[in-house]
């Protein structure tokens, strides 16, 4: 039955595993809040984090290092808030982040280049590949950045010569030939996730 069901519903794939591990992280840590109490669910997050790109990508350094840095960033945030700190400390704290920006910066091309390269690529002319892995892409992207909210028009990549933009709550991805399809992200970390796109009429 559960076969017949990942045939007919969308098929369980690493990249879209990997994206669920990636959701599931983020919202974790905003469940965990901005208080310096909450560092053990943080910590907790972060570790679960990293189990689950093991799985899916195998031992990663530099996916590894940019949730280590995430994590530090968020403590360095929340110690900044709620202490008051001396001058001097303040002013080491704000360079270090920086510094976690410019490695965060140069870590994601290597991590997305990491995720390419394990790709389906006996299956990449799915369209529930394709949408994971562009949704993937623009979440490493966005990930602990702390610029401006999304917009009116949802962020969008290219896959080969497929657009795949992210609409919050689904997916559109557009082929070369101009046909639209909606993408659903279903499943959980524990049991797999998938994608189910289904074209747009």
């Known amino acids: ?30 469940r965990a809040g901005g208080q310096i109490s909450r560092w053990p669910d943080r910590q907790r997050a972060a570790g679960e984090f990293k189990a689950i790109i093991t799985g899916m990508v195998g031992a990663s350094s530099e996916f590894y290092r940019l949730v280590d840095l995430d994590l530090r960033k968020r403590e360095f945030t929340v110690t900044m808030r709620e202490n008051t700190l001396p001058a001097d400390r303040l002013k080491e704290m704000k360079e270090e982040l920086v510094q976690m920006e410019e ?55 290219k896959v080969g010569q497929y657009l795949v933009t992210d609409l919050g709550s689904f997916a559109t991805v557009r082929s070369p030939q101009g046909q639209s399809f909606r993408c659903n992200l279903f499943g959980n970390t524990e049991e797999g996730a998938g994608m189910r796109c289904e074209p747009l009429k």
């Open 1 to 30: 039955m559960a076969a017949l069901y990942s045939c007919a519903s969308g098929t369980i794939s690493r990249e879209a595993t990997l994206l669920s591990g990636l959701n599931q992280y983020q919202g974790d840590m905003l």
């Open 103 to 157: 490695e965060l910066a140069a870590l994601k091309p290597v991590v997305k280049t990491q995720i390419m390269a394990i790709a389906q690529y006996a299956t990449a002319a799915q369209m529930d590949n394709i949408a994971a892995l562009g949704l993937l892409g623009i979440a490493l992207d966005g990930f602990s950045s702390t610029g401006a909210a999304r917009g009116l028009e949802g962020p969008s990549t």
